[in-house]
């Protein structure tokens, strides 16, 4: 409508992406379900990030009006407010805090630690700690609660998720030119060079996930490419 370029999601940035992309490049031969185990970039997808992962597109694309532009960043400003918070606020061993705390966990501190090291242990919740005296106000709304508790949680796996995101991104957007003519590409299999045809993959990412093509077809594609 806009005559602008269009919006592809990724595959890391939403299940409708994965779920259009499969389709796409696989193929239909019976039900699909959107299961997470299709999804290689679950811990990215979580319900509690939607809006961290779709809402500044949204706007760029003109769907969110300032007000709700507004309550969004305020949300995160608090959530990064917070996280620099607990990692500076320092915990004495001997404090009533940490007394508190081990009669909740059941488990007494060995050494002075900061809330934020606190909250990365499984038996330790955010609403736990805010729970104890002198803890502070914290975030008052519970999904910024529990998106902040999960992120820091989960930071290691997450932060390794979004590098292999990374790694990848360059072959996952280079583009395949729409004339390109996989006849010119010599010692693809006649298999792979029919697939690429039928469903005229626009990026290498995309090529790379159809059935059956390998990592040496890839390879003799990114030449051609290159040339």
Do not use: C
């Not at 915990?91 to 508190?100: P, Q």
């Not at 803890?135 to 590098?163: C, N, P, T």
């Not at 993959?201 to 159809?210: C, F, H, L, Q």
């Amino acid at each position: 409508v806009r005559e602008e370029a269009p919006w592809i999601l990724g595959r890391d940035e939403a299940y409708i992406g994965v779920l259009i992309d499969d389709l796409v490049t696989r193929g239909v031969t019976e039900p699909y379900r959107m299961f997470t185990s299709r999804a290689e970039y679950r811990l990215l997808l979580r319900e509690d990030n939607a809006d961290v992962r779709l809402t500044p597109k949204a706007r760029e694309l003109g769907l969110v009006d300032d007000e709700r532009w507004q309550r969004f960043e305020s949300k995160y400003q608090a959530i990064e407010q917070e996280k620099t918070r607990l990692a500076k606020t320092l915990v004495r061993a001997t404090s009533d805090f940490a007394t508190e705390l081990a009669s909740m966990i059941g488990q007494s501190l060995a050494e002075d630690v900061h809330l934020l090291t606190l909250l990365k242990r499984p038996e330790v919740r955010y609403a736990d700690l805010q729970a104890i005296e002198g803890f502070g106000d914290g975030l008052l709304e519970d999904d910024a609660a529990s998106h902040l508790e999960i992120e820091v949680k989960y930071a290691g796996y997450i932060a390794r998720q979004a590098d292999e995101v990374a790694r990848r991104a360059h072959h996952e957007m280079l583009k395949i030119p729409e004339d390109f003519d996989y006849d010119a590409v010599h010692g693809l299999s006649h298999e792979a060079r029919e697939r690429l045809k039928a469903i005229a993959p626009i990026t290498i990412g995309m090529a790379s996930r159809i059935p059956s093509m390998t990592p040496a077809a890839i390879s003799l594609l990114l030449v051609y490419l290159r040339k």
